[in-house]
């Protein structure tokens, strides 16, 4: 696919100066020159253009904000000196895989001045006796070439730095939140207080349960004392009432 298509199609309805990714790997540049690629696109921050044929930088246009810039497996052998004018604030620049044979030609990065990392893996340049110590000579802004420092550290990736951000901020929620254990101790606290109060509950309507059945077994008895005395008063009426009457049917015999 000829890169022009390929921006268009990258672009899904967007208009360029809101895209700020630009992959265009494996397409056809123009003559190896860049093609479709225009000012517009101002808001652009990483553009990748691999394996596209390029022998030119000629055709790229100012990208003010551009940090990243992939140009691998082409046939670049100059012309750097391109990017410093129209790419002033490139912090990461591959050129593996291209035609860069001598210092001469890297030299023209000098002007990069905010450029931390350079790949110039599989170039004819890294044959060079002291290729490395020459290069951090030539260009003292670097921090990275092919992926390593000078004491030969590993330059972290992109992806490591965001996960360890995000585990410095879940270490500072936690130290936010405190402890764990302290909130599991106070719910404990907690539950056994309500505990201690709901024996107490318990405990006090036992004893008013008690005081009350006491009461209505005292209650019972009176009851049961007051009738007995009304059956014995009963018995004696009666018992006076027989009494009586023979003594009255006496009386009447004599009449």
Known sequence: MEMKKRINLELRNQAPE????????????????????NDSFKELEFLSMANVQLTSLAK?????????????????????????ERCPNLTYLNLSGNKIKDLGTVEALQNLKNLKSLDLFNCEITNLEDYRDSIFDLLQQITYLD????????????EDDDDE????????????AGPPGEYEEEDDEDDGGSDLGEGEEEEEVGLSYLMKEEIQDEDDDDDYVEEG???????????????????????????
């Open 165 to 176: 951000g995000d585990e410095d901020d879940n270490d500072e929620d936690e130290d936010e």
């Open 60 to 84: 790229l246009p100012t990208l003010s904000k551009l940090r990243k810039l992939e140009l691998s497996d082409n046939i670049i052998s100059g012309g750097l000196e391109v990017l410093a």
């Open 229 to 255: 005395g009304d059956e014995e008063e009963e018995e004696g009426i009666r018992g006076e009432k027989r009494k009586r009457d023979p003594e009255d049917e006496g009386e009447e015999e004599d009449d």
């Open 147 to 158: 992926g390593f420092d000078q004491e030969d550290n590993e330059a972290p990736d992109s």
């Open 18 to 37: 809101e895209v700020t990714e630009l992959v265009l790997d494996n397409c056809k540049s123009s003559n190896g020159e860049i093609e479709g690629l």
